[in-house]
Nanobody
């Protein structure tokens, strides 16, 4: 069992930056691929990025490539999402998730989910 808790969301102006974090419980964090998804009002949850268990490989959705960076610290059981050059269309609730395959881009490929953190970029 893995419990995930996101933090760091907030309101940021277009062009700004924000880093969100996801802290995991348990001793098996390093066994999981970690992913970030987001869900805007009225839309389906969509894949943002994923990072391999070791942290050496990452995969990004085209919409965030070059602007977002995922990283992890297995010693701290934490995964991060650094978001730069934010746009109004990035506004969503951001969720972290733990899965077993890489790269895993589908919602059903992840076993555990956090409660989400809101990121708002006003237009």
């Amino acid at each position: 069992q893995v419990q995930l808790v996101e933090s760091g969301g907030g309101l940021v102006q277009a062009g700004g930056s924000l880093r969100v974090s996801c802290a995991a419980s348990g001793r098996t964090f390093s066994m999981y691929t970690m992913g970030w998804f987001r869900q805007a009002p009225g839309k389906e949850r969509e894949f943002v990025t994923a990072i391999s268990r070791s942290g050496t490989s990452a995969y990004y959705a085209d919409s965030v490539k070059g602007r977002f960076t995922i990283s992890r610290d297995n010693a701290k059981n934490t995964v991060y999402l650094q978001m730069n050059n934010l746009k109004p269309e990035d506004t969503a609730v951001y969720y972290c998730a733990a899965g077993r395959s890489f790269p895993a881009t589908g919602v059903d490929e992840y076993d555990y989910w956090g409660q989400g953190t809101q990121v708002t970029v006003p237009s």
